[in-house]
């Protein structure tokens, strides 16, 4: 079982990007859906991540106001729009679902169900 990651581009610095991530019907997918992006030659990093549940957000620090998750029980899929796109977004995102407790929600090992991800280009 995977989450499908989409939505992806080639933008400019300023514009915007509305990703979504899918999860096949029937997925149990855990507390929580988050993204994570990986630059080239870097680790992979938390970007956000929201509950199942209650629907609790949270963010990474440089995305933070920018930046918005959401959610759409009856489709199974989780958005993530990026505004104000900067250079330094540039990445594969990818999302996955996560079992564990909100203080593990930023620990990429916490999370399972990794689908192939989608580029970000942000040029200046």
């Known amino acids: 079982v995977q989450l499908q990651a989409s939505g992806g581009g080639s933008v400019q610095a300023g514009d915007s990007l509305r990703l979504s991530c899918e999860a096949s019907?029937?997925?149990?997918?855990?507390?929580?859906v988050g993204w994570f992006r990986q630059a080239p030659g870097k680790e992979r990093e938390f970007v956000s991540t929201i509950g199942t549940r209650g629907g609790h957000t949270y963010y990474a620090e440089s995305v933070k106001g920018r930046f918005t998750i959401s959610r759409d029980a009856a489709k199974n899929t989780v958005y993530l729009q990026m505004n104000s796109l900067k250079p330094d977004d540039t990445a594969v995102y990818y999302c996955a679902s996560t079992y564990g407790p909100t203080s593990s929600y930023q620990d990429v090992n916490q999370y399972h169900n990794w689908g192939q991800g989608t580029h970000v280009t942000v040029s200046s």
């Open positions: 019907p029937r997925t149990r997918v855990g507390n929580a």
